[in-house]
Structures are given as C-alpha cells and as structure tokens.
C-alpha cells in the first residue's frame, strides 16, 4: 500500500489547509512609500546639498564666520586657530615656594646666564649645562645677549638647537629664551678693564641693568627656584643644583676660586663678592655720597669684611654654611619668591652697593636668609689678567734667552766634541793602535823588570798625589782646561796601561 | 533598477561624506597657513604652554607625544613705547591686585577702546574668604569675554593666588586706612604688587598699566591718553564720586592721596626717623605739607596740564616697560622712608626715571 503523503511536491510540511499560519505569499506587491513623499525627499536632500555647498563656501572665504565648535574632536572644524589658543592661565603661587628637596616635587628652575662676547666659553657652558643631574625638562634656559661683537648669538642658538634636538628625551629643556637687547655700554670686557677700580661701579649698575631685564623678562609663576650661573665657570660639580637646593635657604652662593699657573700660587680665591658686613665697611658706608658704589677687592676701600672666599679650607665640611650680607653672581641659587617679592640686582647704589652686592643686601632688607657655603668650591675659569701677561711675557723672555744660551752652549761643546771625534776618528786611533803596540812590548818588557817598575809605581803614586793638588788650584782657572784636556787625551795615549790612575794626574806624570 | 539604485545608497552617502569631511579639513587647514590675518596673530603667539604668561599658546593635542620646547628669540631692541602705542602695535599689560571684585570695574575695562588683542590682563587675588568670592566672580566675567565676541577678547588673562603674609581681617575701609596698619598692609600689598608684575611681565611688553580693582570709571581712551604724554610714569587723579547731602546734588572729591610733590618738612621730618620707618600721606597725626596733587584739581584748567612728581599711588598708573625692567619695583621695606607705590617712584627716580601726574585728568574710585 502507497501512501502518498507528500504528493503535491510539497515539502514535508504538514499542510492545515491554504493560508494558515505559515503560509507564504511571495508574489505580492508592496510599493515602498508614496510618489510624493519621495518626491520631498529629494527636493531635501538637494536643498542640503546647496546648504553644504553655501556654507562651505561661506566658511572658506569668510574664516571670521565660522562657528566654535568647542575643544575636542570637533574642533578641526572650527574657525582658525583660535579656540586651539589658551589665552587664561590659573596659577597658584603657593606651590612655588621651593622645598629642600625640589626634584621631588618637580620644581621647576630657571637657569639665568648674561652673556656678552661669551662665544669663547660657550662649549664649556654647554658641557656644564648637558652633564647637570636636576631633571632637564624642569630647567627652563633663559639669556640675555647684549652689545656682543663676536658670533655669540649664532653660536649659542646652535647650541640650543642641538640641545633641545637630543635624541634622549631626558636631555632636552623646558623653556628656552634668547633675550637680545643692547644697552650700548662703552665698557670693555676685557679683564683688565673689567676689573679696574674706576670702572667698577659704572660696569656693575650695567650689569645689574642687564640681569634685570633678563630676570623682568622670564620669570614665571611656575618657577620655584632661580639660578644664576656665569659661563666662564671651569669646573662645577654636576649636582650642583641639589647640593644648593638641599640647604633650603632663600639664597646660596657657594665659593668660587679659580686655578692658577704654579709660578702664581696654584690657586687663588675668585669671587670676593660673597662677604659678611662689618663695622668698618658700616662706617665708610656713612661717610660716602649717596651714589657712590663699595666694591669689594680694592684697596681703595678697605672695609675688613670677612670674605667667603678666605675662609676655604679644601678639607672642611662642605656642607657647612655661613650667613653673608653681600652675595657674589657667578652661581647663584636663589627661591623664586625671593625675586617674585621685589629683591633684584639694584642699578643705583643701595645702601651704598650695586648689582649682586647690592641683591644680598635687599635680599637681607626684605628679611630673607643668604648663606654662603665655604668649603663647596667651584671653579672659575682663569684669564690671565694684563699683569700676569706681562709677567708671562716677561717669563716667555727669560725663558728664551735661557734656552738660547743653552743652545749655544752646545752648539760650543758640540764644536769642541766635533773636534775631539775627528782626532778620534782618526788621529787618535792610530795613536791608539801605536800605543796599544807599544803598551804590548812595554808588558813583555814589564814582565822582565817586575822590580823596576814596582818601583815606577811607587813614583808615579807619589807624583799623582802632588799632581791632585796642583790639579784643584787649576780647575778654578776654567778657561784653560779645555786645551788641557787635550793634552790630557793625547797624554793618555801615550802610557795608558801602565800608569793605571786617574786621568789628569797621568798627565802631569807624563 | 529600482532596487539596484536602493542598495547603492547608503555606500555613496558614506562615501560622500567622507569626501565632505575631506574637504573641510582640506580647506581649513590650508586657510590657517594662508591668511595674512592669522600671521599677524601668530607673532604674539606660543607655540608651548611655558612661554610668558602675557602671550597665548598653542594648546598641546593630547594624542601628540610631547615636542622639546623650541628655542625662542625675543628682540627686545624692538620693544618700543612711542606716543601713538596704537599705530606701533604696543603691548599693554593691565595689572591689578584684587581684594574684591566690582563688575563696574569689569565694565569699564571692556569699554578701554585700545585694541584688546594687544592688551594682557594679569590679577594676583590672596587666599582668603573675600578673595575666594572675588576669583569665583572675575572667573565668570574672564571666560565669558574671552569667549564672547572676538573684538572684546583680550590677549591673554593671567590669574595668580597667593597667601598674604599679613593678612587683614577685613577690607573695610575704615579698617584698612587705619595707621598702625599702613605699614603692614602696604608691605603685603607691595609684594602682590611685585609678585605679579615680575611673574606676568613679558619680553614683548611696552607697557604696564597699574589699575586698581576699585576704580569704576576712566576714559575710554585711557591708555592713549596717557601713552601721549610719552613719559616714563604717568598718574591720572584719582577722585571719588559721591552724594553731597549739603548741596543735594552729586558731586566729586578727591581719594587718593599719593601723588605728591615732597616738601622740606617732610624730609625734615624723614631726616629724624629710624631706619625703618615710613612717612605717610593723609593723616593729621604726620603733617608733612607736601603739596598733593588731589588738591590741584582745576575744574576749568587746562585738561593736559601735567606737574613732576616725587611720590605716586597706583590707583591708576602707567608706567614704560623699561622702568621695571631696570628694576623699579615696589619696596615692601622703608625705602628713603618711603614704601610701595610711593617707594616706586622714589626707586625709579633712583634709576633716573621720572615722574608725572595729570591733575586735571581724573579716574575715580568705587564709593563704600
């Protein structure tokens, strides 16, 4: 029996009558939307589109009239570059005290340097600056180049250049600043007249000028510390910055001294801006006019002060401080508040004082603590001054004419050798080889009279004693020994064996 | 056909809009580099966020690994500060120390008509109860304007905190100009003094203009006004407006007592005081008969009259870059008997810089 379950072609789906519950209608027809619905929806999008375009083309020839579209994501589409630009700044000044331990809580540090004609030293500085041990990037490089005639400027932008373009992130800076500004000073820099008394306090009012505009200039809130540091400084250690900051004190200076040529001392103190003030310089303070300027090192004004750089002992605690009135600006490490309150490098005369003298005293004024670390020293490059030139010259001079009189010295000994070495060479040979012969027979000879010649030798030593005296009353009598040696020489030839004493005696005996 | 065209259509408006978003940055990018508008800006502009606080900079894409900071040259040479600070471009800087916020303050400083692109803001508020509410409020007003219309944003708004080292109980006046507590509070006041000018000065500004928060109503042209007068410190009057009970009308008076010209009995008197103490103006107890340059006020006199003066107060002042460059700062200490602003002018005086008031030429002063 054939059931034809599934005989329509059906597949094996029970089928419960015509449309029920899964019946399928593919055939029928659906329209999508209506005509005119569609229709609006074309005539929109086109009127976006010319929308777009309109506002496209609005923006791009009016940048003024683009909307802020805040910052993030969308602010590639925004006007220029003007909602990228931050114009306000909150800063709290509290955190920038400065702290003992001021490369834990990142604190930043501005590192001030004036420079003038300083292309000289500048790979030095730059060496210095590449080996410091405070973290980099919270060092913020400011300088103020004025009235340079050499390459300064170039050399120094190079060097940054490079510097900023260090492959080792770690060794890049914060802020970088170049200053230029001339003031048109007249003063040479030339150590000479660098340091002469008469110019003294005119070129130190310039200098506090120039450390002003360039302290004026960039000075940040974000800063906790400030550093002055010289260029021409030779050696310093490289955690110089954390060795200062870990005193915590609002200003600190350590010594400065600088080497010496041996035939100078070997060393010398430097900087003698770094004292304690005593009565005496208290008392010519009073008798002076208002704008004269106290400067230190000159016997011009002897003001007995205690100086920083006397009291070094090359084995003393490096870590010992000293309070100081006047402070002196090759390195100094001072708080950024000290300069935020006011103090700065005074171009008048303060309390009788001027630049970095005068600092430590406004410093002193506004009650802030200055110290001075006498055995910490750093060095400062030596330039010989126009003295030691001199004397260098002078030396140079003697020096030479040493050396000449030497040289022709031997040059005559060579001449007198040069003539001995002929008669050697040739001469003397034959002598020698006469002699020799005949020293050969007078042995055979000497064999025979053994007697004889004891007593010979008896002679020849009691000569030889006589001879020896005579001998030391001639070496006084230089000039002549020369043509005696000669003698000497030949004399020696003639009996050399058998008088076996020494050399000058033979020929006397002979 | 129909259903050909109804699966292509999403592709091509995604494709379409990608090509949109193309073009956009294509366009824009391109009109930054171009237009000369923008490169004037770009001169006064940083390119990091450590650059001076009187220029604004570039912010940083946080997506962008960090660059090194580029070496920047300043020419200071070509800081000028000529008569017509407009034409030249000068950079001004607006610096007050502020106790408590007044909105007519605010107002008036967006009414300056000077060029609000080359002027820098700098306020330095203490860390106090007052001064919490004055910060809160001149946070409001700054991020308004400078996201308001571009003609009245300024260059660049620098605002600093700090503790007072003396700090009053309280900013009323009465408390505030008692003697015993001038000393102390000008000291305090001028450290925030110094500690804005030399955080917020930068290489590129010609000048600073000293504006205290109480004073509500100047000239519009304030700036070029007293720029004109091409001096190295320049003092407008400071006066008050008031409501005089006995002629029932308003009327005006002076306030501030600063601005003066020093008299023999003053330095008689300074010539017998220890080394720090301080001379005050405005107070019966020290009569010092220096000439004051409130009392001078002509109110048919020459407007542009200007008089050489010895002492000067900082409700309003406009002073050259340069004289605080060379180190004119106000002395928190006794300086020649002398403290902040009037110290000022005895230290720039010292610097060989003088000067100079306009008696005629007044601002005035919020009314308690």
């Known amino acids: 029996m054939h059931r034809h379950a599934y005989s329509n072609g059906q597949a094996a789906y029970p089928s419960l009558g015509g449309n029920g519950t899964f019946s399928i209608e593919p055939h029928k027809f659906q329209p999508r939307s209506q005509p005119a619905l569609r229709r609006r929806r074309q005539l929109i999008q086109r009127l976006l589109l010319v929308c777009s375009v309109f506002f496209t083309a609005l923006f791009f020839f009016f940048p003024d009239l683009r909307p802020n579209l805040g910052s993030g994501p969308l602010s590639y589409l925004t006007a220029s570059e003007d909602s990228q630009l931050e114009t306000v700044r909150y800063y709290d000044l509290n955190n920038v005290q400065g702290t003992a331990r001021g490369w834990e809580r990142e604190e930043r540090i501005l590192l001030c340097a004036p420079l003038r004609d300083a292309a000289l030293h500048l790979p030095m500085f730059f060496s210095h600056l590449k080996n410091l041990t405070y973290p980099h990037n919270l060092i913020d490089l400011a300088f103020l180049v004025g009235d340079s005639k050499d390459d300064t400027i170039t050399l120094l932008t190079k060097n940054l250049n490079d510097l900023q373009a260090d492959p080792t992130p770690k060794q890049r800076f914060g802020e970088i600043s170049i200053m230029e500004k001339n003031f048109g000073q007249k003063v040479n820099q030339d150590v000479e007249s660098r340091h002469g008394f008469a110019a003294q306090a005119g070129r130190r009012k310039s200098m506090a000028q120039a450390r002003n505009w360039l302290l004026s200039a960039a000075l940040r809130p974000t800063h906790s510390w400030v550093y002055w540091r010289d260029v021409d400084v030779e050696t310093a250690p490289f955690t110089i910055l954390e060795d200062l900051m870990r005193h915590n004190k609002d200003v600190i200076v350590p010594n400065v001294w600088r080497p010496l040529p041996d035939w100078l001392g070997g060393e010398q103190p430097y900087d003698l801006n770094s004292w304690q003030e005593s009565e005496t310089a208290l008392a010519l303070a009073d008798t002076l006019d208002e704008d004269a300027v106290i400067v230190e090192g000159y016997a011009e004004y002897a003001t007995w002060r205690p100086h920083l750089a006397y009291l070094r002992d090359p084995y003393g605690d490096p870590d010992m401080e000293m309070e100081i009135d006047g402070v002196g600006g090759v390195s100094i490490l001072a708080k950024a508040k000290v300069f935020r309150s006011g103090v700065h490098f005074p171009a008048f005369s303060f309390e009788k004082h001027a630049e970095t003298e005068g600092f430590g005293k406004m410093a002193k004024r506004m009650k802030f603590s200055v110290v001075g670390l006498p055995h910490y020293t750093i060095w400062h490059l030596y330039e010989p001054s126009v003295d030691d030139i001199r004397h260098m010259e002078e030396m140079d001079k003697e020096r030479k004419a040493k050396e000449a009189e030497e040289a022709a010295k031997k040059e005559r000994m060579d001449k007198i050798k040069d003539q001995f070495d002929v008669s050697k060479s040739t001469d003397w040979e034959k002598e020698k080889a006469e002699v020799q012969d005949l020293v050969q027979k007078a042995k055979n000879e000497a064999k025979k009279e053994k007697d004889e010649q004891k007593q010979k030798a008896d002679e020849t030593k009691e000569e030889a004693e006589k001879v020896a005296e005579k001998k030391e009353e001639e070496v006084k009598a230089a000039p002549v020994v020369q043509k005696k040696d000669e003698n000497v020489h030949e004399a020696r030839g003639e009996d050399e064996k058998s008088k076996p004493q020494p050399v000058q005696p033979q020929n006397e005996a002979a | ?368």
């Open chain 2, 1 to 368: 056909m129909v259903k050909g065209s109804r699966g292509m259509n999403p592709i091509t408006f995604v494709l379409a809009g990608i090509l949109c978003i193309g073009f956009f940055i294509f366009f824009f990018s391109s009109s930054d580099a171009s237009s000369p508008a923008t490169d004037r800006q770009k001169s006064g502009t940083a390119a990091s966020v450590l650059s001076p606080p009187s220029l604004p900079f570039r912010k940083a894409k946080s997506n962008e690994p960090q660059a090194a900071p580029p070496v920047v040259h300043y020419y200071m040479n070509n800081v000028t500060n000529s008569r017509t600070p407009v034409e030249n471009s000068e950079t001004v800087l607006i610096l007050t120390p502020l106790a408590r916020f007044y909105q007519e303050y605010w107002d008036n400083l967006l009414k300056l008509s000077y060029p609000h692109d080359l002027i820098s803001l700098g306020f330095i508020i203490p860390k106090t109860k007052e001064g919490n509410l004055a910060y809160t409020a001149l946070q409001t007003q700054v991020t308004k304007t400078q996201s308001g219309p571009k003609s009245k944003r300024f260059a660049s708004v620098t605002i600093l905190r700090q503790d007072t080292e003396n700090p009053l109980q309280s900013q009323l006046e009465s408390e505030r100009h008692k003697m015993e507590n001038q000393k102390a509070r000008r000291a305090a006041m001028a450290k925030a003094r110094n500690s804005l000018l030399f955080t917020t000065l930068g290489p590129t500004t010609s000048w600073v203009l000293w504006m205290d928060a109480d004073i509500i109503e100047t000239q519009p042209t304030l700036i070029q006004d007293l720029a004109a007068y091409d001096v190295p410190i320049i003092a407008p009057n400071c006066f008050q407006r008031y409501y005089n009970e006995e002629e029932k009308r308003n009327d005006i008076r002076e306030y501030d007592y600063n601005n003066w010209i020093d008299s023999p009995t003053a330095k008689e008197l300074a010539a017998k005081m220890g080394k720090d103490d301080i001379l005050l103006e405005g107070y019966a107890e020290m009569p010092t008969y220096r000439s004051l340059m409130a009392k001078m006020y002509d109110k048919s006199g020459d407007p542009g009259a200007k008089v050489k003066l010895d002492g000067v107060g900082g409700a309003t002042l406009l002073v050259k870059a340069e004289v605080h460059r060379d180190g004119a700062m106000f002395p928190p200490f006794a300086f020649y008997h002398l403290i902040e602003t009037e110290g000022f002018a005895k230290m720039a005086n010292r610097l060989n810089w003088e000067s100079f008031g306009l008696p005629n030429y007044l601002v005035y002063h919020y009314n308690e």
